[in-house]
């Protein structure tokens, strides 16, 4: 994302759906204010940066580089997780170096050299 603004350029509904979901973390479950304000500061913070246009290493080990959100907006469908690869290691989003990635192919199909789409889309890349 070339603006740290795109951090924040998301639909009215989505919004609502993401702050109606804080708060009601905060009803259901106990957490200390300032547990929940570290941690929505860290995201707003990490937001803003992978947003930024700048290269940044991730500040804490588990904290991926803003590389792996710019492969997000380029491959849509895969690398989630903002703060934390875990839970794209988990759920099998996470981009693979050996698969090749597509428009209609979410899940990657193994790079195999020759192949039509292998060729097709590393020229695009």
């Known amino acids: 994302a070339p603006t740290a603004f795109g951090a924040f350029a998301i639909h009215p509904i989505e919004y ?3 702050q109606t979901a ?3 973390c905060c009803a259901i479950f106990p957490i200390h204010v300032m547990s929940f ?3 929505t500061t860290f995201v707003a913070f990490h ?3 992978d947003h930024s246009g700048v290269y940044y290493e991730g500040d804490l080990p588990w904290v991926p580089s803003t590389k792996y959100h710019d492969d ?3 491959y849509f469908h895969l690398n ?3 703060t934390l690869v875990l839970w794209d290691w988990l759920f099998g989003t996470l981009r693979q170096s ?3 990635y597509g428009e209609d192919i979410f899940v990657g199909e193994q790079d195999q050299a ?3 789409l292998a060729t097709k889309t590393k020229k695009a890349n």
Request: proline content about 0%.
């Open 72 to 74: 997000h907006h380029k």
């Open 47 to 49: 937001n803003q940066v």
């Open 114 to 116: 020759g192949s039509a």
């Open 22 to 24: 804080g708060i009601w």
């Open 37 to 39: 304000l570290t941690v």
């Open 98 to 100: 050996d698969r090749v």
């Open 16 to 18: 609502i759906c993401f």
């Open 80 to 82: 989630y997780g903002v």
